[in-house]
Each structure stands twice: as structure tokens, then as C-alpha cells.
């Protein structure tokens, strides 16, 4: 059975930061491309926004927004991928989404976590 487990979600301040953790098991999370995605809870209609991605060669892709903010980062050995959230905006309030999808080799196969809440008070 695969898992995807967010946490590190919380309350922060504006300028702050916070650590996302996303504890991947059943699949290797470093074969797979893992994302984070995020949706506001205000906008329910909106699709959820891609933040940032690492495929399984390492290369990285950040939304514009968060760019210069956020890092995205794997830890193959406890196969969890991070989230690192610096000079954090209340614009950045959302539930925080890890994906894994487009494997290196096998099926395409698109998992999902149940989400963290970020909330960034002005």
C-alpha cells in the first residue's frame, strides 16, 4: 500500500518559515517525480497550484511565486521529501499537497497525500 504523509504544516507569521516533510512508503520516492501542490481554502474551485517538483534525475521546478523562497529537496534514505518555506506571505495560506507521479521505469502510476495546512498570519 503506498502512503504519502505530509506534516510540518502549521501557524506562522509573515517572514517566517516552515518544513514540510512529505514520508513516502510502498513506492521509492527518488524514482518517482515528487511535487508539492498547494490550494487556497478561500478559492475551492481553483485546481491545486504546482509549487515545486523534483524528478528523478534531481532537477527542480518552482512556480514564480515561491522562487528565491521555497526548496525542494529528497532524502533517499528515509525516502521523505522536504519543503523548505522561507520569508513566508499570507498569500502562502493553503493546504499543502506531496504528489509522486512519472515514475523513471514501470507503469505511470500518480499518488497523492491527504495534505498540510500552512497558515501565514500578516
Known amino acids: 500500500q503506498v502512503q504519502l504523509v505530509e506534516s510540518g504544516g502549521g501557524l506562522v507569521q509573515a517572514e517566517g518559515s516552515l518544513r514540510l516533510s512529505c514520508a513516502v512508503s510502498?513506492?521509492?520516492?527518488?524514482?518517482?517525480?515528487m511535487s508539492w501542490y498547494r490550494q487556497a481554502s478561500e478559492t475551492p474551485g481553483k485546481l491545486r497550484e504546482l509549487?515545486?517538483?523534483?524528478?528523478?534525475?534531481?532537477?527542480?521546478v518552482y512556480a514564480d511565486s515561491v522562487k528565491g523562497r521555497f526548496t525542494i529537496s529528497g532524502d533517499s534514505a528515509k525516502n521523505t521529501v522536504y519543503l523548505q518555506m522561507n520569508s513566508l506571505k499570507p498569500e502562502d495560506s493553503a493546504v499543502y499537497y506531496c504528489k509522486a507521479d512519472r515514475p523513471a521505469w514501470g507503469p505511470e502510476r500518480t499518488y497523492w497525500g491527504q495534505g498540510t495546512t500552512v497558515i501565514v498570519s500578516a
Open positions: 509549487v515545486a517538483s523534483i524528478a528523478s534525475r534531481g532537477n527542480t
Open positions: 510502498g513506492i521509492i520516492s527518488s524514482v518517482y517525480t
